[in-house]
Nanobody
Framework: QVQLVESGGGLVQAGGSLRLSCAAS????????MGWYRQAPGNQRELVATVTTAGTTNYADSVKGRFTISRDNAKNTVYLQMNSLKPEDTAVYYCNADVLVPMSLHASDYWGQGTQVTVSS
């Protein structure tokens, strides 16, 4: 029905940068908030950043000043620019979108399959 496909993960040295992308496709009427979450081994999934349709952003304290979230509404795509990466940023990063499908009264949460980000020290 709705698919979220992430790309851009990989292995990078501490201090380096990566850019994640996530494209939503399928039966989409509109998308409200989009965001990125991450889950490290043994930890719960945590919020990284979110962005509304209007462009209002919200960040976890641990990434403020280093990560930037943005979106292209015409392409149903959200991005995460990650700079000054640290080993503690190592995790699987998941894309999330609050999507309203045609003929539905309420939006629902959709998740991508996840992309691995590994930061070496």
């Amino acid at each position: 029905q709705v698919q979220l496909v992430e790309s851009g993960g990989g292995l990078v040295q501490a201090g380096g940068s990566l850019r994640l992308s996530c494209a939503a496709s399928g039966r989409i009427f509109s998308i409200n908030a989009m965001g990125w979450y991450r889950q490290a081994p043994g930890n719960q999934r945590e919020l990284v950043a979110t962005v509304t349709t209007a462009g209002t952003t919200n960040y976890a304290d641990s990434v403020k000043g280093r990560f930037t979230i943005s979106r292209d509404n015409a392409k149903n795509t959200v991005y995460l620019q990650m700079n000054s990466l640290k080993p503690e940023d190592t995790a699987v990063y998941y894309c999330n979108a609050d999507v309203l499908v045609p003929m539905s009264l309420h939006a629902s949460d959709y998740w991508g399959q996840g992309t691995q980000v590994t930061v070496s020290s």
